[in-house]
């Protein structure tokens, strides 16, 4: 059974650019896209998937804030910041944010490599 994913992303290209990428994945379905971290939330409760992406930057409720929520209510769930800011998130990983990675919007293919080490099939 494929393992599950939630992609959050207010920019629709962006979230379409990960379904199409895990598409091309038998082992990763996505479950739910998500265009605020306040969605993201909801979503994550009534799909409960194995990982999360979020992007830093989104309206309503951005990622990080959505982020320490999400560990709160699902503590054992991977949590994978997507965002064109990783030098800052990385920087500030130090500091203790409930995410578990920071992967750069612009290292895509990366992207598969984290999530295979946070969930392997």
């Known amino acids: 059974m494929a393992k599950t994913i939630l992609v959050a992303d207010d920019n629709p290209t962006i979230r379409k650019l990960l379904c199409h990428l895990f598409e091309s994945e038998e082992e990763y379905d996505i479950c739910a896209e998500a265009s605020n971290g306040q969605e993201a939330i909801a979503l994550a409760l009534e799909h409960r998937p194995q990982l999360i992406i979020l992007d830093l930057s989104m309206p309503v409720m951005d990622g990080l804030e959505a982020a320490r929520?999400?560990?709160?209510?699902?503590?054992?769930?991977?949590?994978?910041?997507?965002?064109?800011?990783?030098?800052?998130?990385?920087?500030?990983?130090?500091?203790?944010?409930?995410?578990?990675r920071v992967v750069s919007k612009s290292e895509t293919k990366a992207l598969m490599e984290h999530v295979r080490s946070l969930i392997p099939v």
């Open 69 to 100: 929520e999400l560990k709160r209510l699902m503590p054992d769930v991977p949590i994978i910041l997507f965002t064109q800011y990783a030098d800052l998130g990385r920087h500030l990983l130090g500091l203790n944010l409930p995410v578990d």
